[in-house]
């Protein structure tokens, strides 16, 4: 069965790192940028610098970062690997498949999307971040 990537971000149902199912808006009011990735993934581990800068730069009422722990991740090894490579954006666990569906599957890590502050989806990057590409995606969407 192939999905197709919806053009506007449907709400996502994810799972908190204490367990509790948190539905994320399809409107966010913001741009953000939802990262799939995995605790033991090396490509998601070698750009979480670059995502931990980038919410440092342009972290705040218009922009953030979500990160999803693709299914497996537990959330002690997400905790962990929060604490180890100074995470600064909040963490959650796909919970199901539900979530890389909604966004038209996501079959490698790293995945990131990109949305707009109106749900419109305007990136979608498989495979590690470059921070000069995801700068100036930001900038010129901000335009």
């Known amino acids: 069965m192939t999905v197709s990537a919806p053009h506007q971000l449907p709400s996502l149902v994810v799972r908190s790192l204490s367990g509790r199912l948190i539905e994320l808006p ?4 913001r741009m953000i940028l939802i990262n799939f990735w995995a605790p033991d993934c090396p490509a998601c581990l070698a750009e ?6 980038l919410q440092q730069w342009f972290g ?8 999803i722990g693709v299914n497996g991740s537990s959330a002690k090894a997400v905790r962990a690997r929060m604490r180890e490579l100074g ?5 959650y666990l796909a919970a199901g498949q539900g979530v890389s569906q ?3 599957g996501v079959v490698l890590t790293p995945t990131s999307i990109l949305v707009n502050g109106k749900g ?12 000069p590409v995801i700068v100036w995606k930001l900038l010129w969407t901000w335009v």
């Open 120 to 131: 419109r989806i305007v990136g979608r990057y498989v495979g590690a971040i470059a921070l």
């Open 87 to 91: 995470i600064n954006y909040p963490e």
């Open 102 to 104: 909604a966004l038209g």
């Open 48 to 53: 979480t610098p670059a995502l931990v800068q």
């Open 26 to 29: 399809a409107v966010p009011k």
């Open 60 to 67: 705040g009422k218009s922009f953030s970062i979500i990160g």
